[in-house]
């Protein structure tokens, strides 16, 4: 094992995937010559050229069409969003090419494809630069969409996703980038729709995934302190998700809480929370607790950030009512 | 269709006139089939356009790829797409190229190069950006081509592809059908810039032709494919053409001129044609025969789609994504 960085695990994976396989191009904004906005692409230009690591105009729509063309046409693409808001602008190419070229070509084709974004607020990057809008991906039948929380999981994740013959869309976390983790020395690719037991427990569980991982982690720790001990399940892919991996948690515990950073509203709490309380009816000893942001727009100044963003303290509230 | 490349000039203009009216009779038959109610959804026709694909194919292989809008029979067609499978599909049955998941919007067969129709306006054009740069990282010579309509010079990302296709050099063909409607209004009370102003906006040379005339089509089609192999950059070709029927089948076209319509018929790209060949000395019953022929191969592919069975929505399902292997 050897520590590495969230964002340094993003790099390598792109690396090894790159040097593996020759159908492996990279483009984006400022992915080449700059090493991408948050560095994640640095150095890989300069190792494979520019004609396999290129920089792309500011043009979201083709970027994420080349992708679907390209794909379509014997390459691997994998496409940079800079930031998760801006996939708006790539939302045709996504939702009605890339999700369902494979469905109505009759399934002769698939349209293997990554499209790497990173999501989420902590940087007072303001309401356009901030936002969680994996669900919207997650509800287009056709797509596939992770979120890794850890440098293990940002490789393994990013590697199956180029591996996979389907459109996935990764999710990256902007404030993750410079998390130190583990990663073994030959990391291998985590499989898409497995979920991951973060810390084990007996009480209750909280189901979450990217960032607030780290949310729930140390709402678990708080917890303990009082002889609460939380089941923290990684979800680390959204579509397909982990369905079994938390029924069974759930099985345990009998106790869930859903948290996550994205707005809590329609969200994907709302599907794993809808879903639990229909197969996992009998298993339920209290009512199902959301935790989410609220229904506002991500703000900019950093007090307000703060009361916004989902903290530990709302975590270890929302448990606390699942045991009253 | 994928015709064998004639040296005869004689024979070669019979190639693009049988081209022309598989496109034609295929479209009259399906026109038919909507109005008997055997087609469902919506259909658009090309009728009166079919010298733009048949004279661009001329020059393409079938490591080539093509994208389409939503009038793409023709494109289909041209490119090579089974007949059987393209009545199939548009008769949702099993049997079609898409087994009855796309329809008349989204024939496609990626096999031959043919990346699909498609039912947004402009979308194809990025898909083909990202099929041409494919063609060029692979070291290949095969080109691109995205068909649109001059309805689609209103779409931004239009603008992006013509960007990154210069800057790239990417060997892609922009081939625009001009017929001046952008669905239900004229084109001209839409867009301020011409395609040429466009194309001159991103250093692309842009040529434009007579796209009811399928000689002259082919030949500029000929010449822009040539450059874009040899590594020469992107190439606009814009083809002037008519669209006969509306928008889409069953669109009475109260907004167009009753001379307007009248006029139409003398700009027939397969009248003109014949035409031709009765100058070169082609004999009609030769030319009518290619009419009969095409006409019993439509028939049989209409009479296989109907004794296709239904899709299964099992398998349809099952189809969202790629099986899990083992």
């Known amino acids: 094992m050897v520590e590495t960085r969230y964002g340094k695990a993003i790099n390598q994976a792109l690396h090894d995937a790159l040097a593996a396989d020759p159908s492996v191009i990279l483009f984006g904004e400022d992915v080449g010559e700059a090493g991408g906005p948050f560095k994640a692409t640095r150095g890989l230009q300069e190792a494979f050229g520019a004609e396999r690591v290129r920089d792309t105009p500011i043009s979201e729509a083709a970027i994420a069409g080349m992708a679907v063309g390209a794909a379509l046409s014997g390459l691997k693409p994998v496409a940079e969003i800079m930031f998760m808001d801006f996939v708006t602008l790539a939302m045709d190419q996504l939702v009605n090419q890339a999700a369902k070229a494979r469905f109505m070509f009759g399934g002769r084709n698939s349209v293997p494809m990554v499209l790497r974004t990173p999501h989420g607020g902590g940087l007072s990057a303001g309401p356009q630069h901030s936002q969680c809008l994996e669900a919207w991906l997650a509800h287009i039948p056709g797509l596939k969409v992770v979120c890794p929380a850890t440098p293990a999981d940002a490789y393994g994740l990013l590697r199956a996703a180029i591996d996979d013959p389907d459109p996935v869309v990764v999710v990256e976390n902007k404030a993750l980038y410079a998390l130190k983790g583990e990663i073994d020395d030959s990391p291998a690719a985590v499989p898409i729709g497995r979920a991951r037991i973060a810390r084990p427990g007996r009480d209750a569980t909280v189901v979450t995934y990217g960032a607030a991982l780290h949310t729930a982690l140390q709402a678990a720790d708080a917890l303990a302190g009082d002889g609460v001990d939380v089941e923290v399940i990684d979800l680390r892919s959204l579509q397909p998700w982990d369905e079994a991996a938390v029924l069974a948690s759930l099985s345990r515990t009998h106790r869930l809480v859903v948290l996550h950073e994205a707005v809590e509203a329609f969200g994907i709490g709302a599907e794993i929370a809808a879903r639990m309380a229909d197969v996992g009816f009998d298993e339920l000893d209290a009512p199902i607790v959301r935790v989410g942001a609220p229904f506002m727009p991500v703000p900019f100044a950093g007090a307000l950030e703060k009361a916004y963003l989902p903290a530990a303290a709302d975590v270890v509230a929302a448990v606390r009512r699942t045991l009253e | ?326």
């Not at chain 2, 994208?67 to 490119?79: E, I, Q, T, V």
């Not at chain 2, 199939?88 to 990346?115: F, K, N, P, Q």
């Not at chain 2, 069953?250 to 009765?278: N, V």
């Open chain 2, 1 to 326: 269709m994928a015709r064998e490349p004639k040296n005869d000039p004689t024979d070669r203009l019979l190639s693009l006139y049988e081209g022309m009216l598989t496109i034609r009779q295929a479209e009259e038959r399906l026109k038919a089939l909507f109005a008997d109610g055997e087609v469902p959804g919506f259909i658009h026709l090309s009728i009166g356009q079919e010298a733009v694909p048949v004279g661009i194919s001329a020059s393409l292989g079938p490591a080539d790829t093509v994208a389409s809008n939503h009038r793409g029979h023709g494109h289909a067609l041209a490119k090579g797409i089974d007949l059987d499978g393209f009545f199939a599909e548009i008769m949702g049955r099993d049997s079609g190229l898409c087994r009855g998941r796309g329809g008349s919007m989204h024939v496609a067969d990626v096999s031959i190069g043919m990346l699909g129709a498609n039912g947004i306006v402009g979308a194809g054009l990025p898909i083909t950006l990202g099929s041409a740069l494919a063609h060029k990282t692979r070291g290949t010579d095969a080109v691109a081509v995205a068909y649109f309509g001059d309805g689609a010079l209103a779409e931004g990302v239009l603008h992006e592809c013509l960007n990154i296709a210069a800057l790239w050099a990417l060997p892609m063909l922009f081939a625009c059908e001009n017929n001046g409607w952008s669905e239900f209004s004229p084109t001209d009370r839409q867009m301020k810039a011409s395609l040429k102003d466009l194309a001159a906006a991103f250093s692309i040379p842009h040529v434009e032709v007579d796209g009811n005339d399928v000689e002259a089509v082919e030949a500029a089609a000929a010449e822009c494919i040539a450059a874009l192999r040899r590594g020469d950059g992107p190439r606009v070709l814009e083809c002037r053409t008519t669209r006969v029927r509306g928008h889409f089948e069953g669109d009475r076209q109260d907004y167009r001129s009753p001379d307007e319509l009248a006029g139409l018929a003398a700009t027939d790209p397969i009248a003109r044609c014949r035409a031709r060949l009765a100058e070169l000395g082609v004999d009609a019953n030769r030319i009518d025969a290619i009419a009969e022929a095409i006409d019993r191969r439509v028939e049989q592919a209409v009479a296989n789609a109907r004794g296709a069975p239904e899709p299964s929505f099992a398998a349809a399902a099952a189809d969202v994504y790629t099986a899990a292997e083992g």
